[in-house]
């Protein structure tokens, strides 16, 4: 089993609707991370959590909102989605002094 | 805050040849550089990565060399092999605050057989 689960790995919508993407860690880390992939812009924070009482904003949070359920679950949630929302979301675990580990993604598609 | 910078956007070689990947960072705080590789459809993967104090690292074909001074870090492949191919991202993580972590934009990289 994957270490960390992304769930769904596709999603097509229409703009103005509410979207949850899910993530779920089996590695016993405290950190989570959501992450947002566009074609030459590399790898950019929406939201990390360093315990579950512990949200904070990253560089691009504007029209996200997160949610840390529990230690092992963190799901990142799109209010009204916009069509340059469009693009490959990673949910990661760990940092610090270690390195993050990734799960396989969630492709998404305003329409 | 930090930026990293890395290049070549997209790099082509034959199998068999090296491949290096450079990047730049600009926060002299940064003590930790990891290097992760993105094949399609799947996350990214840490295949190696540097801390400050060591200014070479090695594992098997893959190398990564660290320049404190000039803030630079570089991932070297050696005897490239297609299953090489894909993207890669390197990193730098700065000591202060929460410990942000800043991506490159990326290197496709293609061995061609």
């Known amino acids: 089993d994957a270490d960390v689960t992304q769930t769904p790995r596709n999603r097509i919508t229409k703009t103005g609707k509410r979207i949850m993407l899910e993530c779920s860690q089996t590695?016993?880390?405290?950190?989570m991370y959501w992450y947002r992939q566009d074609p030459g812009l590399g790898l950019r924070l929406i939201y990390y959590s360093f315990d579950v009482k512990d949200i904070n904003k990253g560089e691009i949070s504007d029209g996200y909102s997160v949610s840390r359920q529990a230690q092992a679950k963190f799901s990142l949630s799109l209010e009204s989605a916009i069509p340059n929302q469009t693009a490959l979301y990673f949910c990661?675990?760990?940092?610090?002094?270690?390195?993050?580990?990734f799960g396989d993604g969630t492709r998404l598609s305003i329409l | 805050g930090e930026n990293v910078e890395q290049h070549p956007s997209t790099l082509s070689v034959q199998e068999g040849d090296s491949a290096v990947i450079k990047c730049t960072y600009s926060d002299s705080a940064s003590n930790y550089f990891p290097w992760y590789k993105q094949e399609l459809g799947k996350g990214p993967q840490l295949i190696i990565d540097i801390r400050s104090n060591v200014g070479e690292k090695k594992d098997q074909r893959i190398a990564v060399t660290l320049n404190k001074t000039a803030k630079h870090f570089s991932l070297h492949i050696t005897e490239t092999q297609p299953e090489d191919s894909a993207v890669y991202f390197c990193a730098a993580k700065n000591s202060g605050g929460y410990q942000k972590v800043t991506f490159g934009i990326g290197t496709k990289l293609q061995v061609i057989p």
């Open positions: 590695k016993g880390h405290d950190r």
């Open positions: 990661a675990t760990g940092g610090g002094n270690q390195p993050q580990h």
